[in-house]
Each structure stands twice: as C-alpha cells, then as structure tokens.
C-alpha cells in the first residue's frame, strides 16, 4: 500500500512539473485585463442602456444564458447582448398570450401564442441589431444587440459599464444606443491584469 502510493505521489509531481515546464498552471492559465468607464451622454438620462463592445477580438466565444422576460406588457431587460451564435430565452410572465416578432435583418422570427408561464428558445446566428416587438401591443419593445465576441456589456442607468477578461492587445471600442447618433471609435489599450479606465463621450 506505501508502495503505491509513493509511485502514486512520485507520478502526480513529475506531471506538475512537467505541465510548468511547458507554461501551463492550473490557478493562472489565463489572466485577462478589465475595462472600466462610463458613458457621458449630452443628455445624461441616456446614459443607461447603451451597449459597449469592442472589435478585433478574436478566439473562442463564450456563451451565457440570458433570458428577456414580459412581464406587464413590457420587457425586462430592455437592452440585451449576446455574441453571434448563442441563445437568448424568451419568457411570458403574462396571464395572457404573448406574440413576439422581429423583422430585423440580423434575426427575422415571429413567435406566436406564447402561453403564460411558456418559455421560447432564439439562436442568433449573426452579428447586428436586433428589434423585438409584439404586434398585439405595439408599445413593447426590447433590443437584442448581437456582436462578434463575448466582450461587451450593458451600461447601468449612471452609463457605467464593465467588461471583464479581456485578453491583452489594442481594441477599438465602439458604442450603440437606440438614442444616439452614430459614434466615432474609441482606441484603448489592455494590460495582462490591469485596469483600464475609459470615458466615452456620446451625443444624441
């Protein structure tokens, strides 16, 4: 029994060993840099609900499970982001029947009579934006902003935004809004672990 486990124990370090040998770490094998900033909008009460992403990102995209729901005939969230290629769960919290559309270029569906309490599954296939609407209360709308990798975020309602994991390089950063003007791009540089700190400066 010591035997073994003494070859057991011997075989589990020259595997360590040999797995730094080459740079690998099970604690640290990837440690990405952090973006951090607000959204300073001539009018401040459109600070919120802008989407932040950056471009020329290129690598294996993550997808997180995120659900827009109706509940009171609108839906929360308003703004959503996902990359290309993932999932967003449509819900109806509703007592009432729900139909959901979208007529945009970037995603065409029509969900129809989605039951209360009834979950619908939407793939987006491409990058773009993307309108939800449903066509018995024309008052509803939510945006699906669809982008090429996982780095983008929401802004809060004060335009704060964090996006986290970034791996270390130059990126142009580039903002969309339902309220704003088209926006120029923004350069920012990413250090391994590091902060960066960013203003951008919209107009409506």
């Known amino acids: 029994m010591e035997t073994h486990m003494i070859k057991s124990t011997s075989r589990f370090i020259k595997t360590a060993l040999l797995m730094t ?7 640290n094998a990837f440690c990405g840099g952090t973006i951090t900033g607000k959204i300073d909008a001539n009018i401040p009460k459109y600070n919120g609900d802008a989407v932040v992403y950056l471009l020329g990102t290129k690598g294996h995209v993550v997808c ?5 729901e109706q509940q009171s005939l609108t839906f929360f969230p308003k703004v959503t982001t996902i990359p290309a290629g993932c999932s967003v769960t449509l819900k ?4 009432i029947l729900s139909t959901i559309s979208s007529f945009s270029p970037a995603k065409k569906f ?3 009579k989605l039951e209360a309490g009834s979950t619908r599954q ?4 491409k990058p773009g934006v993307v309108h939800l609407l449903s066509k018995a209360h024309p008052e509803m709308s ?3 902003i669809v982008t090429k990798n996982q780095y983008a975020t929401v802004t809060e309602h004060d335009g704060k935004f964090t996006i986290p994991n970034v791996p270390a390089g130059t990126y142009e950063i580039s903002v969309w809004s339902e309220k704003f003007k088209h ?13 960066v700190p960013v203003i951008l400066k919209v107009a409506i």
């Open 64 to 68: 997180e499970h995120k659900t827009i």
């Open 110 to 112: 029509n969900v129809d």
């Open 122 to 125: 939407i793939t987006f296939d």
């Open 21 to 27: 040998s080459f740079g690998f770490s099970t604690s």
């Open 92 to 95: 109806n919290n509703d007592a």
């Open 183 to 195: 926006q120029g791009k923004t350069t920012v540089t990413v250090a391994e672990s590091k902060t």
């Open 142 to 144: 939510a945006w699906v």
